[in-house]
């Protein structure tokens, strides 16, 4: 599915004009996310519009890419701090403010390999994900000196069609992981289609490429196959797979809801003179809930949900608070701001390869249970309408948006 053009202002304003972006968030200023190919919001440039990159998937088995990009009111969002480039600053949060949002090093990671699982090709991945990282002094990372690999659902070089959707996507996900873990390997995987028999053997591919880490942006509605898929596409005992949660707000999608991965949720991410320097709530995007077909794993302890339930662990995803990407397949070129879960998954993706390799026959999904005091606890704020409950609500302790928390350094990601 291919987007809707449209014409991006890129904005440079200071650090001060983020509270705006919160203030018009909590106000419900911030325009609903629209499918592909929606009309877009033709609301004043100060009031924050959000497009999907990827239309909501209807069909059994299909999947959407989980990235939510700004297209209006840009100029509210604050620039990313300590780029190479001052002069030519992105909006959105870059490498340095989401590392020390995140208390995650500077350094460490050398010889993890991260895998991206996305579907369809972006032709311009490799190029735009040095732009990124030159802007921000990150080391390069090519195919040349071996840091970057391109291969299609099968491991060969035969690359599906191109599409500006997922493209973006693409583009979100390499540059969360190099700007969380700028010395590992990324491995990206483009499946043949966004079905999930596709995307499943892209993650299938991806381990046995020797991807020790897998991050995947995407989900779709839950169906009666889900424990099939399970036991064929995800159960890989010794990595970290991680699933975006949803952009939709309460409700379940799936891979998330699969027992064996990570299943990230969203918050709000904003600084503020606390010892930490930063403060979350949830995002009312994220998705969260109890699944209705996959069964409760041993380390999840809540009590209202009988199966499994979404989220795990999260990490920044409003749009309003959102992250710096650079990306060039399609009409709008250049540096842009994205939000959704998609680029929380690929971050606790990252952090999962600082934190070093998983233990053999390990399901790294239970670690940041038994670390819960090495995680920000996320309280506050809403995904939806579950009778006040800590399914859609920040709660103290476990909720289902945020779940556990968000890193606060490693040790949540090591076991």
Known sequence: MQQTPHTRTNTRHTWPALAAAASLAAAGLVGLAQPAGAAQDTAPVHRLTTARSCAV???????????????????????????????????????????????????????????????????????????????????????????????????????????????????????????????????????????????????????????????????????????????????????????SSGDGGYGVLYPAASPYVTAVGGSSLRPDDSARGWTETVWGGAGSGCSAYDPKPAWQQDTECAGRTVADVSAVSDPATGVAVYDTYGTDIGWEVFGGTSAAAPLIA?????????????????????????????????????????????????DGPSGVGTPNGLAAFTG
Request: charged fraction near 15%; aromatic fraction near 8%.
């Open 350 to 398: 990252s952090a999962y390869a600082l934190a070093g390799v998983p233990s053999e026959g390990s399901y790294p999904a239970s670690f940041p249970y038994a670390h819960g005091d090495a995680l920000n606890d996320v309280q506050g704020g809403t995904n939806g309408e579950c009778a006040g409950s800590y399914l859609c609500t920040g709660a103290v302790g476990y």
């Open 57 to 243: 998937a209807t069909a059994p088995d299909a999947m959407a890419c989980k990235a939510l990009r700004v297209t209006s009111g840009s100029d509210t969002l604050a620039p990313s701090a300590r780029s190479a480039h001052p002069a030519a600053i992105p909006s959105g949060y870059g490498p340095s403010e989401l590392r020390a949002a995140y208390a995650l090093p500077d350094t460490g990671g050398e010889g993890a390999t991260v895998a991206i699982v996305d579907a369809y090709d972006n032709p311009n991945a490799e190029a735009d994900l040095a732009t990124y990282r030159a802007e921000y002094g990150l080391p390069a990372c090519t195919t040349d000196n071996g840091c970057f690999r391109k291969v299609d659902q099968r491991g060969g070089s035969t690359v599906p069609v191109p599409n500006t959707g997922w493209a973006e996507e693409i583009s979100l996900d390499l540059d969360m992981v190099s700007a969380i873990c700028p010395a590992c390997h990324i491995l990206l995987v483009e499946a043949d289609t966004s079905f999930l028999t596709d995307l499943g053997e892209a993650v299938n591919t991806a381990v046995a490429l020797g991807a020790r880490y897998v991050s995947n942006s995407y989900g779709g509605a839950e169906s009666g196959a889900d424990t099939t898929y399970d036991s064929d596409y995800f159960d890989h005992p010794g990595v970290a797979i991680t699933a």
